[in-house]
């Protein structure tokens, strides 16, 4: 009888491991899930950001369209790649390129860039840059976590049974790091 107790125990042992486990990648995949959604709202308000931007330039540079167009479009297949981390990383890594462009075409154009609106414009496009890396550094210590949980022993095993998978990391480099300074002389 008292080898029936200590199996029933090594059972119920067992069990309330495997469920404390299976509770910690639920906890972990969400915050993952968490993570990649407070990224998307700042990529989203980039997004929002670049047609005013586009306009203002286009106000001052119209012979540069086709800068002016790449951005446009960067910014759509962005938009149009909602979805995971790995998905979103090469749109994303476009309209970098493409934003870093169009702040190379203003540097030819001076009293565009002491416009108080571009200065706003870019003020706030320098802020969700922040903001997105912020996020992003967040998401990837998340992934960190639950990919560390799912390779290592015996969590691994869990994550095997249960088809808790690894979560990709998220790099995208910021398109503008801080605003340039406007001289006046």
Known sequence: MTALYVVGAIVLLIALALGISYNRFVHQRNLVR???HNIDTELQRRY???PNLVETVRGYAAHEERVLTQVTEARAAAIASNGPA???E??????VGELRGLFAVVERYPD???SEHFLELQRELVDTEDRIQVARRIYNANVRALNTRVETFPSGFVAGWFRFERAPYFEVDAAVRTPPVVRTE
């Open 34 to 36: 968490n993570a990649w």
């Open 48 to 50: 929002d950001l670049i």
């Open 86 to 88: 790995d998905a979103q």
């Open 90 to 95: 090469a749109p994303e890594r476009a309209l």
């Open 112 to 114: 565009l860039k002491a």
